[in-house]
């Protein structure tokens, strides 16, 4: 597609509830990233990967988040066991190539707002 | 619970006159710095970027600067339009630091007609 999808754009949920939200880059693209932002602040650093490896996992903040690309395209974040504080709206990002090789440039999706009730 | 962070720091400018956001990174290895721009309910739109190596680089109405000393940037918007209203945030990387990048808190600008 022209940009980064992100589904849902919305997502209600109850605590202890298992969410699963979904990334789709631009074609192409095969540095991924995640990106999770509270209200008020700026994007916080998740995951990153570069083709179907999740080169960087550092900022995952607990065990109970997970992602995966298997083919290298489509990624999803897997959230278990929900928790109020995991809400705020979560950020996909692609780029052609990752950060670290160059001035690159994130394109990011318009990010899925979750809500733990 | 604490609500650091609910407050952006707010600029107001009135439409044709010039903008001027700062922002203190953290980390003097930091190598690489963009500046994006989020509207209401979109995600980060690439505005600039700009390597350590260099203190200025100008774009279309958009010049960001960096002064590695004192570890502040700053994005000059020229003729401020009501199109520019929306938070800007400066982002950094760190040099041998991988893929991140790191957010700061952002600057929410206003253009008043």
């Known amino acids: 597609g022209a940009g980064v999808s992100q589904t849902p754009s919305n997502k209600v949920t109850e605590k202890g509830k298992y969410v699963e939200l979904r990334c789709d880059p631009i074609?192409?693209?095969?540095?991924l990233y995640w990106y999770r932002q509270s209200l008020g602040q700026g994007p916080e650093f998740l995951i990153y990967?570069?083709?179907?490896?999740?080169?960087?996992d550092s900022g995952l903040p607990n065990d109970r988040f997970f992602a995966v690309r298997p083919e290298g395209s489509v990624s999803t974040l897997k959230i278990q066991r929900t928790e109020r504080g995991d809400s705020a709206v979560y950020l996909c990002?692609?780029?052609?190539?990752?950060?670290?090789?160059?001035?690159?440039?994130?394109?990011f999706g318009a990010g899925s707002r979750l809500t733990v009730l | 619970g604490e609500s650091v962070g609910l407050h952006l720091p707010t600029l107001s400018v009135q439409e044709g006159d010039n903008s001027i956001i700062n922002c203190a990174y953290s980390?003097?290895?930091?190598?690489?710095f963009i500046w994006y721009k989020q509207e209401s309910g979109k995600g980060p739109q690439f505005i600039i970027d700009?390597?350590?190596?260099?203190d200025k680089r100008q774009g279309q109405r958009v010049t960001v600067l960096l002064n590695k000393t004192v570890k502040h940037l700053s994005l000059q918007i020229a003729a401020t339009q009501p199109g520019d209203s929306a938070v800007y945030f400066c982002a950094e990387r760190a040099a041998g630091g991988g893929n991140k990048l790191t957010f700061g808190t952002g600057t929410q600008l206003k253009v008043e007609l």
């Open positions: 990967f570069q083709g179907t490896g999740a080169a960087d």
């Open positions: 980390n003097s290895a930091s190598d690489y």
């Open positions: 074609s192409g693209h095969t540095a």
């Open positions: 700009i390597r350590s190596n260099m």
């Open positions: 990002a692609s780029s052609p190539r990752s950060v670290s090789s160059g001035a690159n440039v994130l394109t």
